[in-house]
Structures are given as structure tokens and as C-alpha cells.
């Protein structure tokens, strides 16, 4: 393998991945499964403006090195860098995936106490024209609030971020065991429920 | 390994060009301080020029990882050797092991091509990858659980009466050999893949191996043990049709596949020291000064088991460990690719130390088996030698850029060609 992960930009229909998206989670990940050597796979773009035209942003974005963090419940979550090929600035509106009934945008930003805290963007992730974005423990990050079901290490999972002109990229990235990743939640949720037992123990949050 | 034709003489000779410049600019990192460094820190950072390209760091140096075999058998043998055993979970099943094997195999893709594996918490580590290889073994159960047709002679080996075994260093699920001319290399990859490893696996052994440092000697050197032999002289060289022959296996999902038998040998060092060069060199068959035969000058002169002293007595004994080591039969060969270890000494001894003993070969009861039956029947190294451990894997092949290893086994993948 290169160093870099491959990433095969195919442009999907959105009728195939509509159909995808809407499968159980188990057959989506034994599929991916089967495409996958644990790396991060872009699966599809769509324009989702009705002109049609060939440089939406979900044909723009693709992931490179993503992954998502295990967990046997509550909360996680999804890590990669964001490249944006195309000419001008994408903003990531929305994220969605089966393996979690919600999803926010999450920044992680000092609060007044001095402590790091992650909080729901505004606005979503902006991704300037050429550029790259970070989604990484301690910043950025797809947070994955309610999960579905246990995400166990080695498993894949396919997301789909939403963009500001509508349309989508739908991308997979295996689970990852991983401890860190454990800021303070100030969100909407007044008690979230622990992604893991570490977390839980000493009444924090976790990021992932 | 030993290049055929290598004389043991030309081991002596002087540091190749390269070599020797790697090291000046190694002495210039470490004398002139702090702007050196960072100046040699920068040039790895950035495109090489033609003039920092003729000096390759050696910690840039990789192994490719996917193709029809594993890497780290027929590789040049790194520095460091680390060989960690693990034993499944009970809730381990067909298809986690699946998942465990993509994620490993995934990690060591990346970090042997000095790449941060995903997840890295010390990316910074993953960068001088240093010739680093990451071998897979299946023990007989791991085999078992993913519903496979074992090889037969995946077992523990039969007893030998030299044995003195010790759980703590025998048998075990998965292996993982993790080698590099680099230790801070070995360490950081081995922490990826058992923290990886961790909802799968548990640690059951560990044992650390070293030979010559990167840059010791001439590149080729066969190695040395720590009674002073050389020790690799005979082996089948990798890359001829007689190692492709000894070592790898041809059939169903382990074909490009091999087996791995891992024992530790105890030396006794204190009571080798007893013996003098003559004993020492008589008990193998081979000179200490360059392994040459006891009826030959040179390291790769083929022994003569024939030749006799003056009063008639064999110049290579009838009980030394070459001599008993050699069968008449060209299938009962091996492939040695051991490692020296050198433990804390306990109860009032000064040393404690041995051999990693690694071997590769085909078909563990055709090729190794008869060996160390031999060898257990009469050797005079056993005088100094006991082994400790002992565990046997199955090797699967190497794997495709879109597989991992042990797709074979679970996935019913076909072997790459
Ligand atoms: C601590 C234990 C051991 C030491 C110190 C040792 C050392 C040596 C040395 C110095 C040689 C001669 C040079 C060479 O060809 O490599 C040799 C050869 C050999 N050894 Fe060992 N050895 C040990 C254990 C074993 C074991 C356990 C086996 C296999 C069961 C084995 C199999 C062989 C074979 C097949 C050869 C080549 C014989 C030939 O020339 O055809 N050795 N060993
Ligand atoms: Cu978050």
C-alpha cells in the first residue's frame, strides 16, 4: 500500500445511494467489509443542486485517513482530513449515519474557566477552496451522540455529510480502539450518556 | 543472510562508501549540535536534493509490506527483533478476527512505509520507519476458531528430552514478529498493534531480540551468537529457487505461505567460558574466527564430513552440531532467522542470556522435526544449550493492497500472485 490511503472517488448516482444509506447497518458494514482493508473509502458524491452541475461539493470533498472512535455506547466519534479539490469554499452542513440516531459538528474551544470544551459549531465546517481540513481528538470532529449500536474496533462505518448546496458525500471509516478523545460536553443534552467506562468513571464526557 | 561467495574474509573489510558517510553525518548530528540537527532534521522534511538523496538515513529506509509473501523472512535480517505472542479472547470469534487482522493489517501497512498508523497518538514516531516488517503467525487455535483446515503440523512440537519448557515463553494464538534496525521503531509499532490488538487479544509472551547494530558491520555479515559463533552460514539463501523450496508452502489458503517454529534457547555463558576455543569449535564443526569448517578457510566452504585426522578420527566430529545438524535427506532443511537475548541475570549469576531461535520452513513435520529429533539424540551443544520455549505458527501469505493478512484463511480470498 502507499502510505496514503486510496481513495476511490466514484461518482455514484444518488438513487444508489439512497438505497445504500437506507439498508440495516450490518449488511452496509459487511459490504464495506468486503471492499475495505480498514482504510477510509470514499463510496460517493452527489450534486444536490437541481442544475446538475459537475462541481457540487460532495464532488469536491473526499476523506483521507478517517476513522471513528469504539465505544459500547452513547457517544463518539469521527476523525479524517476534509480535502477540498475544487475552486471554491464548501461548508459542511450536516452529517448523518447509521450508527447513531444524531450527529453534530463538534469544535473544541477553551470555555472561561480555562478548560477545553467541545460544543456544536455554527455555521458548520467551512473548507476553503484547495484546502484541508482536520478533524482530529482535541478540535475538530463528527460527534456521534446516541449510537445505535456497540461500534467495535475494526468494524466500518458509512457517513454522509450534508453541504451547504445540498449535495453529499457519503464515505466509510473502519473503528479504531482508542482512550483518548475525552473532552467536556457542553451541549444541548444536559446528561449525556458515557460512550465508555473510562469516561464514565470520572464524570466527563467523551468526545469519542 | 549470507550471500553465497561472500568470503568470511571480505566481512572485515572496510565500511562501504555510503556507509561511511551515513556515518560522519551521523557523528555531525550528534558533535556539532543543535543547528546540525536541525538541519538534518529538515532535510527529511523536505523533497531531498540530488546531493541528501546519495546519503539515504537508513531510518528511511523501507520494506514493501503487500505481496505474495510476508515480509520479514526472506528480508535482510534487521536489528531488533521483537516477538510477541497472543492469546485469543474466549469471546473471540470467526468474524472478529476478521476485523482484528484488517485492523493490524492496516497498521502495519502504514508504519513499515513510515506512515502513522490511523488513531497514532505518537505519529511523530511512525516517521523513521528504519527497514521495519511486521510478520503475522496463527497459533493452532486461532486457525481453529476461524473454521480453517489446519496444516497437520500445526502443534506444540513433540517433547524432546532437552526440553525444559516454561509456559511463559511457549505456545500462543497469533504471533507477531516485529523487526527494524531501529528499537524506538520496534517499540512504537508494537505499542499501534497491541493497543489495536487489545478487544481481540490478550499479551501472553514477549521476548526481545538483537543482533549487530545498523552500520556495525558490512551489510551480508551472517551474524553472531553469544558463545562468538557465526551462526546462518549454511542457511538457504532467500531470493534462490532453494529457498522459494525450503521455506514457502504451495498449498490452499497457506499457499505463499510458510511455518514459524519460535524457541527460546538458554546458552550457559558461564559454563561455555570453561571450554576452550578447540572444545568450542569442535562441539560445532566450525572455526569461531570466521565460521569456517573445521576442513576449510573460508565461511562458505562446504564442510567435509569425510575428511579424516591423522589417527583416523573425523576432523568435523561425528557429534557436533553442524555434523548432526545436516541430514542426507535435502528435504530436512530450515530456514534460521534467530535473534540473541540478553535477560537481567538472576540468583547471584552474571548472565543470562540465549538465543531467539526462529525457523521458517514449508512443513514443520517434514523439515524441522527430524532436526531437532536428531539434534536431541546426540549434540555436543546441548552440553550449553536448553530450550526454554517453544511455539509453532502457521505463516499465511502475504496480502493485495485491497486485502489483509489472512484473508485466505477468512475470507476464502485467493492468495495474490
Ligand atoms: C542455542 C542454540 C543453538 C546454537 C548456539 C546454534 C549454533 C549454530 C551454529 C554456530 C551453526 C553453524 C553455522 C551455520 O550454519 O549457521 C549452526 C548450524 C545449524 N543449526 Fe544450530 N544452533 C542452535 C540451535 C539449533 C536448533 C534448535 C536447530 C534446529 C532444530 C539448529 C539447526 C541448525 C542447522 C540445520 C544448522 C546447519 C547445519 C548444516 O550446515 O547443514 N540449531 N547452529
Ligand atoms: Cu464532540
Redesign the interface.
Same mark, same amino acid.
Given at each position: 500500500?502507499?502510505?496514503?490511503l486510496?481513495i476511490r472517488q466514484s461518482k455514484t448516482q444518488s438513487k444508489t445511494m439512497t438505497a445504500s444509506t437506507s439498508t440495516r447497518l450490518g449488511a452496509l458494514l459487511a459490504a464495506a467489509? @468486503?471492499? @475495505?482493508?480498514?482504510?477510509g473509502t470514499t463510496v460517493g458524491a452527489t450534486d444536490g443542486g437541481a442544475d446538475g452541475s459537475a462541481s457540487s461539493a460532495g464532488q469536491s470533498v473526499a476523506i483521507a485517513?478517517?476513522?471513528v !472512535?469504539?465505544a459500547g455506547s452513547g457517544m463518539s466519534a469521527a476523525?479524517g482530513g476534509l480535502t477540498n479539490s475544487g475552486s471554491g469554499d464548501v461548508t459542511v452542513v450536516s452529517a448523518t449515519t447509521e450508527a447513531s440516531s444524531m450527529l453534530e459538528l463538534h469544535e473544541t474551544v477553551e470555555n472561561e474557566a480555562g478548560e477545553m470544551i467541545m460544543r456544536e459549531i455554527e455555521g458548520g465546517f467551512v473548507i476553503p477552496a484547495g484546502d484541508t481540513l482536520s478533524l482530529e481528538p482535541g478540535g475538530n470532529h463528527i460527534m456521534l451522540m446516541d449510537l445505535t449500536d456497540p461500534l467495535?474496533?475494526?468494524?466500518e462505518v458509512a457517513f454522509t455529510l450534508t453541504f451547504s448546496d445540498e449535495s453529499t458525500y457519503e464515505f466509510t471509516v473502519?473503528v !479504531?480502539?482508542?482512550s483518548?478523545a475525552n473532552e467536556n460536553y457542553v451541549g444541548g443534552d444536559p446528561e449525556p450518556e458515557m460512550g465508555d467506562a473510562d469516561a464514565g468513571a470520572d464524570g466527563t464526557g467523551t468526545e469519542g | 543472510m549470507p550471500a553465497p561467495g561472500t568470503g568470511a574474509g571480505s566481512g572485515r573489510g572496510g565500511m562501504t562508501g555510503s556507509t561511511r558517510r551515513q556515518f560522519l553525518l551521523g557523528g555531525a548530528v550528534a558533535g556539532v549540535g543543535a543547528a546540525t540537527a536541525i538541519g538534518a532534521d529538515h532535510a527529511l522534511n523536505t523533497t531531498p536534493s540530488t546531493e541528501e538523496a546519495s546519503v539515504p538515513l537508513n531510518g528511511q529506509e523501507t520494506v514493501p509490506f503487500h505481496g505474495t509473501h510476508q515480509a520479514g523472512i526472506d528480508t535482510d535480517a534487521q536489528a531488533h527483533g521483537l516477538f510477541v505472542a497472543l492469546d485469543l479472547l474466549d469471546t473471540t470469534d470467526r468474524d472478529d478476527l476478521a476485523r482484528m487482522m484488517r485492523i493490524l493489517t492496516d497498521d502495519a501497512a502504514r508504519l513499515t512505509q513510515g506512515s502513522p498508523a490511523l488513531a497514532d497518538s505518537e505519529p511523530e514516531l511512525a516517521l523513521s520507519p528504519a527497514r521495519l516488517t511486521v510478520t503475522f503467525g496463527f497459533g493452532p487455535r486461532f486457525v481453529a476458531r476461524a473454521q480453517g483446515e489446519a496444516p497437520g503440523w500445526l502443534k506444540a512440537l513433540p517433547s524432546f528430552t532437552v526440553d525444559r519448557l516454561l509456559p511463559e515463553f511457549s505456545d500462543g494464538d497469533v504471533l507477531l514478529q516485529i523487526a527494524a534496525d531501529d528499537p524506538l521503531t520496534v517499540a512504537h509499532a508494537a505499542r499501534m498493534l497491541l493497543k489495536d490488538a487489545r478487544s481481540f487479544a490478550s499479551v501472553r509472551w514477549s521476548q526481545q531480540g538483537f543482533r549487530r547494530a545498523h552500520g556495525s558491520v558490512r551489510p551480508g555479515t551472517t551474524m553472531r551468537n553469544l558463545f562468538g559463533q557465526v551462526d546462518g552460514t549454511s542457511n538457504p539463501a532467500p531470493g534462490t529457487a532453494d529457498f522459494d523450496q525450503v521455506v514457502w508452502n504451495g498449498e490452499g489458503w497457506l499457499a505463499g505461505g510458510t511455518s514459524a517454529v519460535v524457541r527460546r534457547i538458554g546458552m550457559d555463558l558461564d559454563k561455555w567460558d570453561r571450554l576452550d576455543r578447540g572444545g568450542r569449535e569442535q562441539a560445532v564443526g566450525r572455526f569461531l574466527s570466521n565460521g569456517a569448517p573445521l576442513t576449510g578457510t573460508n565461511e562458505f566452504d562446504e564442510p567435509d564430513f569425510e575428511a579424516t585426522t591423522p589417527i583416523g578420527f573425523p576432523v568435523i566430529p561425528e557429534f557436533s552440531h553442524v555434523r548432526r545438524a545436516r541430514s542426507e535427506n535435502p528435504a530436512e532443511r530450515i530456514f534460521r532467522r534467530g535473534y540473541n537475548y540478553d535477560d537481567r541475570p538472576a540468583g547471584g549469576a552474571v548472565s543470562r542470556s540465549g538465543l531467539i531461535f526462529v525457523s521458517f520452513q514449508a512443513d514443520v513435520a517434514r523439515q524441522f522435526v527430524p532436526v531437532q529429533t536428531r539434534l536431541d539424540q546426540l549434540d555436543l551443544l546441548n552440553e550449553w544449550t536448553v530450550p526454554i520455549g517453544s511455539a509453532v505458527f502457521v505463516i499465511p501469505p502475504g496480502c493485495s493492497e485491497d486485502g489483509f493478512v489472512g484473508d485466505t484463511l477468512l475470507t476464502g480470498k485467493q492468495a495474490p500472485q
Open positions: 500500500m502507499n502510505n496514503q486510496t467489509a @468486503l471492499a @475495505l482493508a480498514g482504510c485517513d478517517g476513522w !472512535k469504539a476523525f467495535e474496533a475494526g468494524e473502519p !479504531k480502539d482508542y483518548g | -
